[in-house]
């Protein structure tokens, strides 16, 4: 298997564009995860999902985000409109069910850049 | 949410030496795992380690679930081990709580 893939590497938007960004996990896992690096803010959860649906958004920042699983080989998730702030890397991770033991991969990151 | 702690922060160590890395949690936790996050950006599992110890190469890691803390060893180091390390604990919602990572610079 390639490992997570996420689309584009690289995203350079003016502020108020839509942005959408990709992930495609490995296959056969159950859970995809989407995280947000800032230098100010570290590692952050923003959604993840389960077998296709959404479990936990209690880390998206606000209604200009939103994510989506149509099925289980590809997730997106968007920001409408985009803000200066929301510059960051973004990171898809994927793990297999396990029980309770769940162990992610990581995608390389979207790095993300608003201006 | 789970408060993960990492120390030192920040290290700098020359090549060959050994280092240890701590990480603290603030709750039961069902599983804990170490990351590499390289300079360029990319993260890589290092061990999935919910209790005992574990090696692989010159790391190793060790997790004490019961008094809410992990260690990562790393001996010989290398320039290539330079980077950002995450300890990332995960709940029983299968949620992930990250730790703010320890730099470390390995210089030749």
């Known amino acids: 298997d390639a490992g997570v893939i996420q689309s584009p590497r690289h995203e350079v938007t003016e502020m108020g564009q839509e942005v959408t960004l990709r992930c495609k996990p490995i296959s056969g896992h159950d859970y995809l995860f989407w995280y947000r690096q800032t230098m100010m803010r570290g590692l952050e959860l923003l959604i993840y999902f389960n077998n296709n649906v959404p479990i936990d958004d209690s880390g998206m920042p606000e209604d200009r985000f939103s994510a989506k699983m149509p099925n289980a080989s590809f997730s997106t998730l968007k920001i409408q409109p985009s803000e200066p702030r929301d510059s960051a890397v973004y990171f898809c991770?994927?793990?297999?069910?396990?029980?309770?033991?769940?162990?992610?991969?990581f995608g390389q990151g979207t790095r993300l850049t608003v201006v | 949410g789970i408060q993960v702690e990492q120390s030192p922060p920040d290290l700098i160590l020359q090549e060959g030496a050994n280092s240890t890395l701590r990480c603290n949690f603030s709750d039961s936790v069902n599983n804990l795992q170490w990351f590499h996050q390289n300079p360029w950006g990319q993260l890589i599992n290092l061990f999935y380690?919910?209790?005992g110890t574990k090696q692989n190469g010159r790391l190793s890691a060790t997790t004490v679930a019961t008094e809410r803390y992990s260690l990562l060893y790393i001996s010989s180091s290398q320039t290539t081990d330079s980077g950002v390390y995450f300890c990332a604990v995960i709940n029983t919602g299968n949620q992930f709580y990250f730790g703010t990572g320890t730099s470390l610079t390995v210089i030749p």
């Open positions: 991770a994927s793990s297999p069910h396990e029980g309770y033991s769940p162990e992610a991969f």
């Open positions: 380690i919910p209790s």
